[in-house]
């Protein structure tokens, strides 16, 4: 329970000590509901818009709160999206079976892990070493796409390149603090529910090709 103070707009204690941050989780919720709509049918799309949804909600309570479990709150539902939207990539993208796409979607862990070691080791990297390997693995799958499916390929590139810059967003928080006493996190949060509702987007559309004929596995 003790408190958390990560942040440049956080300046004590309390539920309301991070305001911009914690409205700033809204832009989740909207992205969810417009995903939510723009997919109707049931499977993956609607999956992840829930998944969407609660990822905004644990980020909401985490600059609210402040403490480990809402920390874990916050991490858990981005992590449970990334599984998903992997193991959904090697069914629906890769076409691969069940128990292949499983396995790729493990391996994410690993992957995080090393390379997260390695982004720590990276001067301006550190801050957010969790997240730099997600649009590497994001870019990885773009390039191996690029012949295969190019407008698919090119809204992974895109995706990462939101990614991106929502992440130097994240890193500059504390770096901009004096300057800019409201921080950046907050511009994480809009920037990162845009790209993950781009990615169920490029999903959705690549499964809908796929189902009219349009392309091929």
């Not at 914690?22 to 799309?45: D, S």
């Not at 076409?95 to 390379?115: E, K, M, N, R, Y």
């Not at 300057?179 to 559309?205: K, Q, Y």
């Amino acid at each position: 329970m003790d408190p958390i103070d990560a942040y440049c707009e956080r300046l004590g204690p309390g539920l309301s000590a991070e305001p911009v941050n914690a409205l700033t989780n809204v832009a989740f919720l909207v992205a969810a509901l417009v995903m939510w709509r723009r997919w109707p049918e049931p499977g993956i799309c609607r999956v992840l818009s829930v998944l969407l949804a609660v990822i905004g909600l644990g980020s909401g309570l985490f600059h609210t709160f402040a403490t480990p479990w809402a920390a874990a709150a916050d991490t858990l539902p981005i992590l449970a999206f990334i599984l998903v939207y992997v193991h959904a990539v090697h069914r629906v993208i890769w076409g691969q079976g069940a128990l292949a796409a499983l396995a790729f979607s493990l391996c994410t862990v690993p992957w995080i892990a090393g390379l997260t070691l390695v982004f720590a080791r990276l001067p301006g990297f550190e801050i957010s070493a969790f997240y730099w390997p997600v649009p590497l693995l994001i870019l990885l799958h773009a390039v191996l796409l690029r012949s295969r499916t190019p407008g698919t390929a090119a809204g992974f590139a895109a995706g990462a390149c939101l990614l991106s810059m929502s992440l130097v967003l994240r890193s500059l928080d504390q770096v901009a603090c004096q300057a800019f006493p409201l921080g950046t996190h907050f511009l994480w949060h809009l920037i990162n529910a845009v790209m993950l509702a781009w990615m169920i987007e490029v999903l959705g559309r690549h499964g809908r090709a796929l189902a009219m004929g349009r392309i091929r596995r």
